[in-house]
């Protein structure tokens, strides 16, 4: 994130501490799917050509955060290669290849879209707050500094994501989620986050069957 402009007040600069974020926006899954332990999880993330280190990074951090839960899962970038399943592969060769390394499943990450977006700051926001007994002057110059202060101008990187789940054998998605990460301080952060909240949303969702 950058800010444009020095006006940053106290509460200013709570705004910024909690600019950076990760979030689960939506998701979903078929009645009564749960993973099981004897299935093998294909994670594959498509990402630009550009951010071929996240592609990495998402789909072993994702491997790694299903294999803490007992499932058997592995990257497809690891397995195949980068090249293994480019736009000229069809879906019967895809289907071939996967399932010739025993997959069961598949784990999608896309990358729906990356943006940069400014956005005004004010120096104070509005809320609600608790009763003042204090004096007139103290309350009046703290709330006049306050709403004549001005803002500042930010910019945030928001990535927007999708994870599908298809299971093979059914030929069918049985689990959907979406996620926005906004300013990752990196990559690493990214991925190990994103993996985080989507394991922790398949045990919410009883996909993944508690101990």
């Known amino acids: 994130m950058k800010k444009i402009g ?14 950076t974020s990760t979030k689960l926006t ?36 994702l491997v790694a955060e299903l294999q803490k839960e007992g499932l058997n899962a592995a990257s497809a970038l690891r397995t195949y290669g980068p090249d293994a399943f480019g736009d000229k592969t069809d879906e019967k060769a895809a289907l071939r290849q996967l399932r010739n390394s025993d997959a069961s499943q598949v784990l999608t990450v896309v990358l729906l879209n990356k943006a940069r977006e400014r956005d005004f700051v004010p120096s104070s ?37 999708q994870s599908n789940l298809y299971d093979l054998d059914q030929r069918k998605l049985i689990y ?17 986050l994103y993996a985080k909240l989507i394991v922790k949303d398949m045990t919410k969702q009883q996909l993944i069957a508690q101990n």
């Open 26 to 61: 939506s998701s979903w899954k078929t009645n009564d799917a749960q993973l099981q332990k004897d299935k093998k999880i294909m994670v594959m993330a498509l990402v630009p050509q550009r951010e071929k280190q996240l592609r990495a990074l998402m789909e072993d951090n």
């Open 176 to 192: 959907s989620a979406q996620t926005q990460s906004v300013d990752p301080p990196t990559a690493v952060r990214q991925a190990y």
């Open 125 to 161: 926001p509005y809320g609600p707050y608790g009763p003042y007994y204090g004096g007139f002057w103290p309350y009046y110059s703290r709330w006049y500094g306050a709403m004549y202060q001005p803002g500042y101008y930010q910019t945030n990187t928001r990535y927007n994501w």
């Open 6 to 19: 020095l006006f940053i007040t106290g509460a200013g600069l709570l705004l910024l501490g909690a600019c």
